[in-house]
């Protein structure tokens, strides 16, 4: 017989994946919180709020940044990334997160806000099957890529500890890693962090980090032939000794209104 009755317990969460790039070190960032509320207190993970009646999820998201972090934010730096609804994603509710990403150029200094103990920037660096986030003594990984999503949402419990990140939030982020990846080579969004415009140099950097590879790997004047029609040329670097570098900001069109 099919169920049909309604839960009356059951929550939209939106889950915001945000990231920075931190010019002293040319690292690519994510934004994790030590969460303050409920049951994954002292846990980290991903900004997550609960969707209010009064609001869509877009808005949602951005509010989230000004509750979690303190930074107001237009709507342009904000896509959608995935929706996520396994039974078994919440251990207590039943819930179903809807997840974002967001792009903050550079490095804003955070402030951790209403349900956060404390707010950080986590360094991306990579293994063989995973990406792995560092601050400090505090290192975690997305999911292994032989981990199915359906093989992580039945073995969820053994996840739930302090050595893993809050809920499925290591999945989540192992989905953005994956769009962020597939999208290099015709739609990346990702550069938006490095601001209004970047060397080339500075977007080797950045997809560097996604290929799991040293920039200097990279061969610039291969670089500038595969990828060059993704970018416009703007102008040149100033206040630097040397030959100046020239200077591109994203050709694509985004409609992230």
């Known amino acids: 017989m099919t169920d049909t009755s309604i839960n009356n317990n059951l929550k939209i969460s939106i889950v915001n994946i945000i990231w920075s790039f931190d010019t002293s070190n040319n690292k690519v960032l994510i934004l994790l919180i030590k969460n303050a509320l409920g049951y994954n207190t002292d846990k980290w993970g991903l900004p997550t709020t609960i969707l209010r009646t009064n609001e869509n999820a877009e808005e949602a998201s951005l509010r989230l940044i000004r ?24 251990i207590n509710d039943r819930e179903i997160a809807l997840s974002y990403m967001t792009y903050l150029p550079y490095m804003p200094k955070l402030t951790a806000g209403y349900g956060a103990k404390d707010a950080q920037w986590f360094e991306i660096d990579y293994d063989k099957d995973c990406f792995i986030l560092k601050h400090n003594d505090l290192v975690f990984k997305t999911l292994s890529e032989k981990v199915s999503d359906n093989k992580f949402y039945k073995d969820i419990g053994k996840y739930d500890n302090a050595k893993y990140l809050t809920s499925d939030h290591a999945l989540i982020l192992r989905h953005a890693f994956q769009r962020v990846t597939n999208r290099l080579n015709y739609l990346p969004t990702i550069l938006l962090i490095l601001g ?16 799991k590879e040293p920039f200097q790997n990279i061969d610039n004047s291969n670089f500038r032939k595969t990828h060059a029609h993704l970018f416009t040329e703007i102008g040149t670097e100033h206040g630097k000794s040397g030959r100046p570098a020239k200077l591109y900001k994203l050709r694509l069109s985004l409609d992230l209104k």
């Open 67 to 90: 509750e979690k972090i303190g930074i107001d934010l237009p709507n342009f730096y904000t896509e959608q990334l995935a929706t996520f609804s396994d039974i078994n994603r919440s």
């Open 196 to 211: 209004n415009d970047f060397t080339l140099k500075e977007a080797r950097e950045v997809y560097a980090t996604f290929w």
